[in-house]
């Protein structure tokens, strides 16, 4: 089944196909719903935004967005390569300006709230319950959250229209996990095993683990909330008086030296800052230590790399459950792992080509979880200095009110605020101040405005990590190091991707003054000019405007007019300069021979009409015929000869010569080509001696000529593109060699060794003036044609020709064909005459459409269809030995089976015959003439007849059927 990227315009409009020479699909369990993928396509016919739709090999809709795109040129011919989301990146564009909240929302409903104003709507969620708080956030960005907060993963579903030119719908699951959480996968790593990368991670493994819950709050005399926090609650006294869990098992294998040299419980800390149950508390580390005593590790290969260690990818899907075992641990380590992410070529059968497994996900979840664990943590530790701050609320109130005081007689209105920190603004509080600077525990942030709410809008922070800001309005900035992705100017013309390495300098932009790369005389462009003139030796110039009447693309050749070429050369101070024109010797006379062999072919055909007027085929005729077959091939020779040069010619493109100059001029001229065929049939033609022979000589004439001609001008108007590439690249290599002059010290070894640190052999290296590859492998990965109408996957052995012929067979998209039989998608036809007679395919009965069949099918053209068998071998007929005639008036009974031979039942019955006869005689017989006169009789005898069909006869010795 072909892959089918069906392309939209960001509108929904339906554009048509795309046929990509690659295409590759990243699925990762932490995207949110968004996967990525790149396609190389050989245009760019492509825009920002534009919707590409494919069904993947579980069957499921994929719908992704075009991000960015970048067109290069591999000689001459563009490549574009297309980097797209999944469509649910579009949510990114949708802004949530008011505050939506929920804790008592279903996973429905809160999806509702950050879904509302979009085209997306709510699908099928699993149960789950959560707290959240989506506010100046995209609705991207609001879906992401609330799957933090309900612990769940995001899936997004498309769904196609009936007749596959539209989406019908867009709609976000939120579920408990992606992926089978049962399967039979497993991998078993081990030392003997390349091509998998093992990447263990940094965090600790701990084998005693110190829990701790919710912190008490510290109280007043009258027992208030003072709104501090002392100790934290621990499970102790239900667990012998220990604070912490250990696993002894593993205190050989991760344990660390002590004083003594024994070994000791290495130890981390559990904290559940929302837990006050001691017996949930217990529950939850005995689960996190199980997770903690082993180590984050997590392994990627290729399919084939992990098929040898046990692991069957090609059954895998993202989020599946595996068991892994690695026996590169001093004791076996045994792991509860899930699929992490896995690259897969959407032009291959669908199995992933590269998988990630591990048993961890350091995805949004998880790393929201550390955090809120942190923000808990400090929010319990604040008993640590609450305890420590126990003077009274009077003394600190006073000592409040008096820092404020200070402050705000130096500029700026300054207010502390227990547990919020430091705040300064530019009017007193209750004068409703428009800024506001706020300095809280190891942060600060800014804000020049409030909300509709009347909280401040906070958009400039900074901590320890670095500054956020919408903008940094500076004169001079200084450092020592700046990361950024783009750096360019306000108005866009001249930028520098630091990501993509490309840098871009718009008109204008100068070096030392002058035009970058138009440097005093160095040659800014060639450009190649074209005219044509009925002289070989005077040039159509003009000298008051050197241009007149020349062009940059080459004319149509005619005959008794020569082509001529000259160069327009433009240099780095903007004069021009043309160089002296010369006749294109090898374009004139390769268009002379092309039109020479036009010619002579029409004069063949002429001939060859001529000598079938009258059926018979004289003497003369044929030596006039085989004259002109002189004459073509000369002129045969001599393109051959020009395909000769044009081949071996080092300015022209290897792989223009491969795809397009030599199959071309293979179907005209080279080995099983469609001279040899026109040969054999003139040859036929001047054999025949009847006039039916002559018939059907020429019918086969006409068809080899049409092809011949048709290859000609094929392989002639290639020969002209070869020519036109070649002057071309000619006029390039003369730039080239005036750059040189300009720069005699740069020669090629020397930007060859500025390129390739010096020469060093990794791969590619130059010995002796010459380029070599050194290499036991060369991977390679599609090779097409110009329009990809014909391309070979060298990765996945995928060949696809849907344009040419293979064996005498043409094939044209979904058609394979000759003279006799086409085959199409109902199966293979059988042509006579031009006719379509019938052909042989697959069916279900009407009636019982789960029935499948073989199928004969003979079609209205077709008179009859046959069974028969040929009498001997010098006989050429064949005799007809059971056939339906579909037609009347041609020797058989009209509609009805006729048999050409007897029917041996081999003592099967024919049932169902029909409305003759059916009944049985019986009858009395003589069976024997006494010697007296007198005769024998017997009653046994009887006939049967089923449908006016004998079919038993009994005798009084013998029976028959």
Not at 188 to 201: A, Q
Not at 310 to 318: H, I, K
Not at 326 to 346: C, H, N, W
Not at 624 to 634: E, G, L, S, W
Request: aromatic share 8%.
């Amino acid at each position: 089944m072909s892959k089918r990227f069906i392309h939209f315009s960001r509108f929904g409009a339906y554009l048509g196909e795309l046929t990509p020479m690659q295409a590759t699909r990243t699925r990762n369990v932490d995207q949110c719903g968004v996967d990525k993928v790149e396609l190389v396509l050989m245009d760019n016919g492509v825009n920002k935004y534009d919707r590409i739709v494919f069904c993947d090999s579980m069957g499921r809709t994929c719908e992704w967005i075009v991000m960015s795109s970048r067109e290069s040129r591999a000689k001459s011919i563009p490549i574009c390569t297309v980097n797209c989301y999944g469509s649910m990146q579009e949510l990114s564009r949708h802004f949530m300006p008011t505050l939506r909240r929920g804790s008592k929302d279903t996973p429905e409903q809160a999806l509702a709230k950050a879904l509302d104003g979009t085209r997306w709507s709510v699908g099928q969620c699993d149960e789950g319950s959560g707290e959240y708080s989506v506010y100046h956030k995209s609705s991207l960005a609001s879906v992401k959250d609330i799957a933090e907060a309900y612990k769940m993963e995001v899936e997004p579903v498309i769904e196609l229209s009936a007749d596959g030119n539209s989406i019908a719908k867009r709609s976000v699951c939120l579920v408990k996990r992606l992926g089978r959480a049962n399967t039979a996968l497993r991998l078993d790593y081990g030392s003997g095993l390349s091509g998998i990368d093992r990447v263990l991670s940094a965090d600790d493994v701990v084998t005693r683990l110190y829990c701790y819950g919710k912190g008490v709050q510290t109280t007043d005399d009258d027992g208030n909330a003072t709104g501090g926090y002392s100790r934290k609650i621990t499970f102790a006294d239900i667990n012998g008086g220990k604070e912490y869990i250990q696993d002894d098992s593993l205190l050989e294998v991760w344990g660390v030296p002590g004083p003594d040299g024994s070994l000791m419980h290495t130890e981390g800390i559990f904290e559940d800052g929302d837990c006050e149950d001691k017996a949930t508390l217990l529950a939850e580390g005995r689960a996190a230590l199980a997770e903690r005593s082993k180590p984050i590790v997590s392994y990627e290969g290729t399919v084939e790399a992990l098929g040898r260690a046990g692991f069957d990818a090609s059954a895998c899907d993202l989020g599946d459950n595996l068991q892994m075992v690695d026996t590169t641990f001093p004791k076996p380590l045994r792991l509860s792992g899930r699929v992490l992410e896995i690259v897969e070529d959407l032009l291959s059968d669908g199995s992933p080509s590269t998988v990630k497994v591990g048993n961890v996900i350091e995805g949004i979840v998880k790393r929201s979880d550390r955090v809120q664990q942190t923000i808990d943590r400090l929010t319990s530790s604040a008993g640590s200095w609450d305890s420590a701050a126990t003077l009274g609320s009077a003394y600190l109130n006073g000592l409040i009110d008096g820092l404020n005081k200070v402050m705000n007689e130096t500029g700026g209105y300054t207010y502390i605020k227990p547990g919020k920190g430091l705040f300064v603004y530019d009017k007193p509080e209750d004068a409703n101040p428009t800024m506001c600077i706020q300095i809280g525990g190891g942060y600060f942030r800014i804000a020049d405005g409030k909300n509709s709410d009347g909280t401040w809008n906070f958009r400039t922070l900074g901590n320890g990590h670095g500054l956020v800001a919408d903008a940094i309005v500076s004169g001079t900035i200084s450092a020592n190091l700046i990361k950024a992705g783009i750096i360019k100017d306000k108005s866009g013309k001249n930028y520098w991707n630091l990501d993509a390495s490309e840098v871009r300098l718009g008109p204008g932009a100068k070096l030392d003054g002058k035009d970058i790369a138009t440097t005093n005389t160095v040659v800014k462009s060639t450009v190649k000019l074209y005219a044509k003139n009925q002289s070989d030796t005077v040039p159509p110039l003009n000298m008051q405007n050197p241009e007149l009447g020349w062009s940059e693309d080459i004319p149509q050749w005619s005959n008794g007019y020569f082509i001529w070429e000259m160069d327009r050369i433009t240099y780095g101070d903007g004069s021009v300069n043309h160089s002296t024109p010369v006749l294109v010797a090898a374009l004139n006379k390769a268009n002379q021979s092309a039109y020479d062999l036009n010619q002579s072919l029409n004069d063949l055909d002429t001939t060859v009409n001529d000598l079938a007027t009258d059926g018979v085929v004289t003497e003369a005729e044929k030596a006039a015929v085989k004259k002109i077959q002189q004459t073509i091939d000369k002129e045969k020779d001599e393109l051959t000869t020009q395909f000769n040069g044009l081949k071996s010619n080092k300015s022209l493109n290897q792989y223009f010569i491969g795809n397009v100059l030599g199959p071309t001029y293979n179907s005209a001229f080279g080995t099983g080509g469609s001279y040899g065929s026109l040969n054999t049939a003139i040859s036929d033609v001047l054999k025949c001696t009847t006039k039916e022979a002559l018939d059907s000589a020429m019918a086969t004439y006409k068809s080899c000529y049409n092809t011949h001609s048709g290859n000609v001008n094929t392989y002639t108007a290639a020969a002209r593109q070869a020519q036109h590439a070649i002057e071309q690249q000619d006029a390039k290599s003369m730039a080239q060699g005036l750059l040189d002059n300009y720069d005699d010290d740069l020669n090629q070894l020397k930007i060859f060794n500025r390129l390739t640190n010096n020469g060093t052999e990794q791969g590619i290296y130059m010995q002796d003036n010459k380029l070599y590859m050194n290499a036991s492998y060369l991977a390679a990965g599609i090779i097409a044609d110009v329009t990809n109408t014909n391309s070979w996957n060298l990765k996945t052995g995928y060949l696809k020709t849907t344009r040419g012929t293979i064996g005498g067979f043409t094939i044209d998209k979904y058609n394979i064909s000759n003279n006799r039989l086409s085959l199409q998608d109902d199966g293979p036809h059988f042509i006579y005459d031009g006719k379509d007679i019938g052909f042989i395919g697959s069916n279900h009965l009407v009636e019982h459409p789960s029935v499948y069949g073989l199928n004969f099918n003979l079609k209205e053209s077709g008179g009859y269809m046959s069974w028969a068998a040929m009498k001997n071998a010098d006989d050429p007929y064949y005799a007809m030995k059971l056939t339906y005639a579909n037609k009347p008036n041609i020797g058989f009974t009209a509609y009805a089976l006729n048999a050409g031979c007897d029917l041996d039942m081999h003592n099967w019955s024919i049932k169902n015959i029909g409305n003759g006869c059916t009944n049985t005689l019986r009858f009395t017989v003589v069976t024997n003439a006494n010697k007296d006169g007198s005769f024998t009789f017997s009653n046994g005898c009887s006939m049967k007849f089923e449908g006016g069909l004998l079919t038993h006869f009994a005798w009084p010795v013998n029976n028959y059927s």
